[in-house]
């Protein structure tokens, strides 16, 4: 036995003692599919935090977080007689091979476009044998939004359902921000939601056809906005303020002095 299946025995032997119904740990026990899920999609981003720092000494324990919500879900799952951990692994084992044949059998030419192109055909087999039909089937309804506007957005083009370039939906951003300040004197907060997510939607279309992951231009606003805010209650701090003294005005001007000292170095 390799030392990665001796690993991974040793995980699932952990994982079955913790749920064990006599001895196990009583939260563990406790725990469902459900009161699971939310702590797997919070693991994802963890790991692909630590990709984004570039924190490569951190990432196995963040992957080793990852995996062990899927042997959570093997061991829940083989207690109920549902699947086990093999099912788990035997399945995506054939699914990578049924969706290779480039590489595990027939049409080993292919290239990278027109194997992009296979895939896209296989998934669509996949979905219809699963009795998902339409463009957009099978887009999971747990997405992140914006990732979700994404992967819409990408199939619905790919069927010709797309502007034509980046300018086409800027001018539907305009477009959108005018219905938007229409709405504002109301202040209908069912009309705002529906203006506001329309927005967010064309939004992440125009990340799209810039090539950008809208997500991935999300989390790097943030991460620019905590730095230079964390800066700017720095600045305050060595005058013996904080953020709650300063007012609005000063708290501009340390702002502008950031993004000074940020496009000077």
Excluded at 73 to 83: H, L, T
Excluded at 87 to 101: F, G, L, T, V
Excluded at 164 to 184: F, Q
Aim: hydrophobic share 45%.
């Amino acid at each position: 036995m390799s030392e990665a299946e001796t690993e991974l025995r040793r995980l699932l032997d952990i994982m079955a003692a913790l749920r064990h119904p006599a001895t196990g740990c009583p939260w563990d026990i406790q725990q469902s599919f459900d009161t699971i899920a939310p702590y797997t999609i919070e693991e994802a981003y963890e790991v692909a935090d630590a990709i984004a720092k570039r924190d490569f000494a951190a990432l196995p324990d963040e992957l080793g977080d990852l995996l062990f919500q899927v042997v959570y879900y093997a061991q829940m799952a083989a207690e109920e007689g549902r699947f086990a951990f093999a099912d788990i692994a035997r399945a995506i084992s054939d699914k990578m091979i049924r969706r290779h044949p480039h590489v595990f059998g027939e049409a080993a030419s292919r290239d990278a476009a027109t194997q992009t192109a296979a895939w896209e055909v296989q998934k669509r087999a996949e979905r219809a044998a699963r009795a998902e039909t339409g463009t957009l089937a099978g887009i999971p309804v747990a997405l992140p939004a914006l990732t979700a506007s994404l992967k819409i957005t990408n199939r619905a083009a790919r069927v010709g359902f797309d502007w034509p370039d980046a300018h086409a939906v800027l001018e539907k951003l305009d477009e959108e921000v005018a219905e938007l300040r229409a709405e504002l004197p109301a202040m209908n907060q069912a009309r705002l939601t529906d203006e506001v997510g329309d927005l967010l939607f064309v939004l992440a279309n125009l990340a799209r056809k810039l090539d950008l992951d809208p997500e991935a231009c999300l989390r790097h606003a943030n991460a620019k906005f905590i730095r230079r805010f964390t800066a700017v209650e720095a600045g305050l701090a060595a005058t013996g303020r904080t953020a709650a003294d300063a007012s609005l005005a000063e708290m501009e001007a340390e702002w502008q002095e950031v993004k000074k000292k940020e496009r000077e170095a």
